[in-house]
Structure formats: structure tokens, C-alpha cells
């Protein structure tokens, strides 16, 4: 630890389709999902996380939700800066004469491009970060479950989450082999709808599925 090491917060973000998931201090201090409300006249972000996703499906037409992810990276730029600033407040980090210098790792797919892994440095850049790590999701799956990822040994990792579901072996610290399927939760819920829709002849929504 340095000398003014009390001037850097280090935190861990996991930037999901479906909830974004913030650790500080090796806990989980924001827990919400990826999505924001906004005016559509003036463009102004109303609400995001549990409070924007109440208001999924039920919007008048003045107002609109985005989800600034889809298929596990950022669609929505403007959208995903602001969710993710708004989100790191939420930590309720306090520094009476400077604001600390973010320093964080964000996990992202293994499938991901060149230009998507930009937008997510870019994004986290101008939420607040000064350094960032970006480590791909299987990799911290397989960390974050215990497994020994630097032994001489494969592992087999799924890691399904809303938008893609990341398929990795994994040995001696690096990922072997890996694909990343962008059929995950979001097209279970999508299954669920139209099941219900046929089977049931009953209309549900989203967070209902």
C-alpha cells in the first residue's frame, strides 16, 4: 500500500445484460439490473436499475426504458456511461477533499470485438475509472468458484447469463479454447412469453417471464 493509497478505490464490476453487479471491499454493494428510464422530450435519464426495470412495460409515451446492453456489450453508449456512473454512487464512497481515483475490472465476453471492448473501456473512463482491467467472464466464473485456473489441468466452464453464454476449458491461467453463444437468458424469457401465449392464450411481460 502505497502513501496515498487511501486516494484509490479499487472495485469489480460485472457489466451484464440482464443485472449489473458491483463488488467493493470483497462484497457485493450494488446488486441491480442493466437497465435505465428516460424522457423522451428532453432526452433526461429518469431512473435506472430496480426503479427503471418497475417501470418496464408500463411507460407512457413520454417515457422509454433501455437495457444499454445487449448481447453482453454496450449498445447504448450514452446510456451505459450513465448507468454505470449512477451505479458507482450508489457505493456511497466518501473523500472529504478528494474524489478517489477508481481503479477497476470489469468483466466482458469472451466473443467480444475489438470496438465493443473499447466502448466498455470507454465507458468506464468516463464514468470515473483512472485504470481498468477487463478479465472475459468464464475466466472469472472459474476464479470467483474456486477453481486453481493456473493448474496443468483443463476445466470446463458455462457461464449463461442474459444476453451470452460464454463456453471456455480453461488451464494453467489462460483460456484454452472458448465460444461465445448469444442465446442465453433473454431468449429463455422470450420462450416463456410465447409459451404462455400459445399454451395459455395469457399475455405476460418481461419480469413476469
Do not use: W
Not at 473523500?95 to 466473443?111: E, R
Not at 493456473?150 to 457461464?159: A, C, F, H, K, R
Not at 491461467?173 to 431468449?187: L, P
Amino acid at each position: 500500500m502505497g502513501l496515498f493509497s487511501f486516494l484509490s478505490k479499487e472495485i469489480a464490476i460485472d457489466l451484464g445484460t440482464a443485472n449489473t453487479i458491483i463488488i467493493y471491499n470483497d462484497k457485493v454493494v450494488v446488486d441491480e439490473p442493466s437497465i435505465v428510464a428516460l424522457e423522451r422530450n428532453t432526452g433526461k435519464i429518469i431512473a435506472i436499475g430496480k426503479k427503471a426495470q418497475m417501470m418496464h412495460g408500463k411507460t407512457h409515451e413520454n417515457i422509454k426504458t433501455i437495457r444499454p446492453l445487449r448481447d453482453g456489450v454496450i449498445a447504448d453508449f450514452q446510456s451505459a456511461e450513465f448507468m454505470i456512473r449512477e451505479m458507482i454512487k450508489m457505493i456511497g464512497i466518501k473523500s472529504s477533499l478528494f474524489p478517489p481515483a477508481l481503479k477497476m475490472v470489469i468483466c466482458i465476453p469472451s466473443g467480444i470485438t475489438g470496438v465493443e471492448e473499447r466502448a466498455v473501456k470507454d465507458s468506464a473512463e468516463q464514468a470515473g475509472a483512472k485504470e481498468i482491467r477487463l478479465i472475459h467472464e468464464p475466466m472469472a466464473a472459474a476464479i470467483g468458484i474456486g477453481i486453481d485456473v493456473l493448474e496443468p489441468t483443463g476445466n470446463m466452464i458455462v457461464d449463461i447469463g442474459g444476453g451470452t453464454s460464454e463456453i471456455a476449458v480453461i488451464a494453467l491461467g489462460g483460456i484454452v479454447n472458448n465460444t461465445s453463444i448469444r442465446i442465453a437468458g433473454d431468449d429463455f424469457n422470450s420462450d416463456i412469453e410465447e409459451y404462455m401465449r400459445k399454451e395459455h392464450n395469457i399475455n405476460i411481460g418481461e419480469r413476469t417471464a
